[in-house]
C-alpha cells in the first residue's frame, strides 16, 4: 500500500514537471509580461487635456518607502481606514497612481468609478503578486 503511494507521488511529480517545462518552452503565463496600463472605456478628460490610458509601469520600481508614503497619505487623507487592508483599498490605489505617474491626486479621485475599480485591479493585482484580471 504504502509503496503504491509512493509510486503514484512520483508520477504526479514526473508529469508537473513535464508540464511546467512544457508551458515554459511554449511561453506560457509566466513568461507573460504583466499589463501595467489603465485602458479607459471611453477619453476620460482632466485639466484640459484628453486620456484614453494611464500607464501604470512605475509600480515595477516602487520601493518599501513609496508603500510607507503611499500609507501615510491614505491613512490621513481617509481617516476611518482599517490600516489592516489599507493595500486593499480604492484609496490606496488611487494614492499609489498619484505617485508612480506623478498625475494630481484628483486626476484619480475624479475618473470614472469603473476606471477607479480596474486601477484598484491593477495596483492590488500587482502588489499582491496576480495579474489583475479574472
Given at each position: 500500500?504504502?509503496?503504491?503511494?509512493?509510486?503514484?507521488?512520483?508520477?504526479?511529480?514526473?508529469?508537473?514537471?513535464?508540464?511546467?517545462?512544457?508551458?515554459?518552452?511554449?511561453?506560457?503565463?509566466?513568461?507573460?509580461?504583466?499589463?501595467?496600463?489603465l485602458r479607459f472605456g471611453k477619453p476620460?478628460?482632466?485639466?484640459?487635456?484628453?486620456?484614453?490610458?494611464?500607464?501604470?509601469?512605475?509600480?515595477?520600481?516602487?520601493?518599501?518607502?513609496?508603500?510607507?508614503?503611499?500609507?501615510?497619505?491614505?491613512?490621513?487623507?481617509?481617516?476611518?481606514?482599517?490600516?489592516?487592508?489599507?493595500?486593499?483599498?480604492?484609496?490606496?490605489?488611487?494614492?499609489?497612481?498619484?505617485?508612480?505617474?506623478?498625475?494630481?491626486?484628483?486626476?484619480?479621485?475624479?475618473?470614472?468609478?469603473?476606471?477607479?475599480?480596474?486601477?484598484?485591479?491593477?495596483?492590488?493585482?500587482?502588489?499582491?503578486?496576480?495579474?489583475?484580471?479574472?
Amino acid at each position: 500500500m504504502e509503496k503504491n503511494k509512493l509510486e503514484t507521488a512520483a508520477t504526479e511529480r514526473e508529469e508537473m514537471e513535464a508540464l511546467e517545462a512544457l508551458a515554459g518552452a511554449e511561453g506560457g503565463e509566466d513568461t507573460e509580461p504583466e499589463d501595467l496600463v489603465l485602458r479607459f472605456g471611453k477619453p476620460y478628460k482632466f485639466g484640459g487635456q484628453e486620456y484614453t490610458e494611464v500607464d501604470l509601469s512605475g509600480l515595477e520600481d516602487t520601493t518599501a518607502g513609496d508603500l510607507a508614503r503611499c500609507a501615510k497619505i491614505t491613512t490621513r487623507k481617509h481617516k476611518g481606514l482599517n490600516t489592516a487592508t489599507l493595500e486593499m483599498t480604492t484609496e490606496y490605489s488611487i494614492t499609489m497612481a498619484h505617485i508612480v505617474t506623478k498625475l494630481p491626486l484628483e486626476f484619480f479621485e475624479r475618473m470614472p468609478s469603473k476606471s477607479a475599480i480596474e486601477l484598484k485591479g491593477i495596483v492590488v493585482g500587482f502588489l499582491f503578486g496576480a495579474d489583475g484580471v479574472d
